[in-house]
């Protein structure tokens, strides 16, 4: 995958004194479909194969002729040895599919952050690489593959890829998309048909993301005046914006908790900046991380560059009585005449491997 955004420098700037506002998410790009694929997020001797093969998750939906998807996958596989894993379409129709605009950044890795770090600046900065699917037609009535990797052991296969699925008849579709594991590196991916297999929790109560929804971005918005001091705003909160539940996704009986942290999607936050006071005002803004370590991507559509965003520390415990600061990045400085309006983006990523939320503040220098 092309990779090559350069990173953001890291700056400080002083903790919340209270809690955050949080941001209030909407759906957006409700053309793309997305599906997140994260559990089993280890495949282990607690994955269940039937005859070599596991279905992690599986979507479909009806009435479209053609159908356009994004996908997050991510998945270690700890099984002691090698194996195969794949997306595949089955085709109930009695026409041909076809599988076409193919673009990915998915790979077998070691380095799960910065890996994950990478597919959120190729998703930001549409770099994604372009690739064939491993199937260009799924004949009526069989099932094809849209891309299969192997994946060695204590090795993780992770990243977004996009697809489209035509049917050549231009007629409704009827089909099935499943995230695949096999046992043999050599495996036949299209002969598996098997259901998904249960969710897993871990020991600690723990329940890693699967599900499937009819948009594939997070729109938000928030508005700062100039000499109104520090504003601070989560994103991705896991409250107000988290619109990929379990209960919303297709086959909510089968999907596991939220994709909260928004891995695979592009959060796009509207910033409304106003200045009503009689002279120039510069206001800064900056990420940084709420709670956990968080790292990205990030853009400003006031130059349309993309960042990635580096691993971001986790803020300090607050301590009565002092300021103490945390690591960030500064994603804009903008400078506003007296009475001057205006409206910007940021568009942003999570790199799988770190957390949400993430922290936006605003200052007036």
């Not at 479209?64 to 002691?80: A, C, D, E, I, Q």
């Not at 995230?179 to 050599?186: F, G, I, L």
């Not at 009585?321 to 960030?328: A, K, L």
Request: charged share 15%; proline share 4%.
């Amino acid at each position: 995958m092309s990779c090559n955004q350069t990173s953001k420098t890291k700056v400080s700037f002083p903790i919340p004194e209270s809690a955050p506002s949080q941001l209030v998410g909407t759906k957006a790009n409700t053309s793309t479909r997305f599906v997140i694929s994260d559990n089993h997020e280890t495949i282990n001797a607690n994955t269940p194969f039937t005859n070599g093969y596991c279905t992690l998750w599986h979507d479909t939906s009806t009435g479209k002729t053609s159908v356009k998807y994004r996908m997050f996958v991510w998945h270690l596989n700890n099984r002691g040895a090698s194996m195969k894993y794949g997306i595949t379409i089955g085709n109930n129709n009695t026409s041909a599919y076809s599988i076409h605009n193919v673009k990915s950044t998915i790979a077998p890795v070691t380095s799960f952050v910065e890996h994950g770090r990478c597919t959120a600046a190729a998703l930001v900065g549409e770099t994604m690489d372009s690739i064939s699917p491993t199937d260009t037609s799924v004949p009526a009535g069989k099932l094809g593959v849209v891309k299969e990797w192997i994946v060695p052991n204590n090795q993780l296969i992770g990243g977004i890829i996009e697809f489209t699925v035509t049917n050549t008849a231009s007629t409704a579709m009827s089909y099935r998309l499943r995230s695949v594991a096999a046992t043999s590196t050599t495996a036949d991916l299209r002969l598996n048909q098997s259901p998904v297999v249960s969710y897993f929790t871990g020991s600690n109560g723990s329940i890693h993301p699967r599900g499937s929804w009819d948009f594939a971005e997070i729109a938000s918005s928030v508005s700062y005046s100039a000499g109104s001091g520090w504003k601070y705003y989560n994103m991705s909160n896991g409250a107000t914006d988290n619109l990929m539940t379990s209960a919303t996704s297709y086959d909510s009986a089968n999907a596991a908790d939220s994709n909260k942290g928004h891995y695979g999607a592009k959060y796009t936050l509207t910033v409304n900046l106003s200045n009503p006071t009689t002279s120039a005002k510069t206001i800064n803004i900056y990420m940084g991380s709420r709670v956990k370590p968080y790292g990205g991507a990030v853009k400003w559509s006031g130059n349309n560059v993309t960042y990635k965003v580096p691993t971001l520390a986790s803020p300090p415990d607050k301590v009565a009585g002092t300021t103490q600061y945390q690591e960030g990045v500064l994603v804009a400085e903008v400078t506003l005449s007296a009475g001057q309006s205006l409206s910007r983006t940021i568009t942003a990523a999570s790199a799988g491997g770190l957390s949400t939320p993430a922290l936006i503040s605003f200052q007036t220098k």
